[in-house]
């Protein structure tokens, strides 16, 4: 059973920055394995978006709306993925998640190809 833990949410004002860290039990963050690695987020009334993700070997990809702003990455050696936010918006206000798994097809963000998520880091971003 992998374990994922999200820190570093925060309430930040408009134009802001934040890093978002998952540290995860299990080596998901290996480069040289199979794993997928994603960050979601689900604002109230809405549903989960997937925002940005990462295969073993470096590769990402992230949605059109934080495209620029948002920046996923590893350190291996501390088996922690993170999520380094610019230009914060009120509309980046959210539950943000972590996620883990080994789809076929990665990065990817649907939120069925994961199986391990993290119980979330809040980002409240006032105008």
């Known amino acids: 059973q992998v374990q994922l833990l999200e820190s570093g949410g925060g309430s930040v004002q408009a134009g802001g920055s934040l890093r978002l860290s998952c540290t995860s039990s299990?080596?998901?963050?290996?480069?040289?394995?199979?794993?997928?690695m994603a960050w979601f987020r689900q604002a109230p009334g809405k549903e989960r978006e997937g925002v940005a993700s990462i295969r073993g070997f470096g590769r990402t990809t992230y949605a059109d709306s934080v495209k620029g702003r948002f920046t996923i990455s590893k350190d291996n050696a501390e088996n922690t993925l993170y999520l380094q936010i610019h230009s914060l918006k009120p509309d980046d206000t959210a539950m943000y998640y972590c996620?883990?798994?080994?789809?076929?097809?990665?990065?990817?963000?649907?939120?069925?190809?994961?199986?391990?998520w993290g119980q979330g880091t809040q980002v409240t971003v006032s105008s």
């Open positions: 299990d080596d998901y963050t290996n480069t040289g394995s199979n794993s997928c």
């Open positions: 996620a883990a798994g080994v789809p076929y097809v990665c990065p990817t963000l649907s939120g069925f190809d994961y199986k391990y």
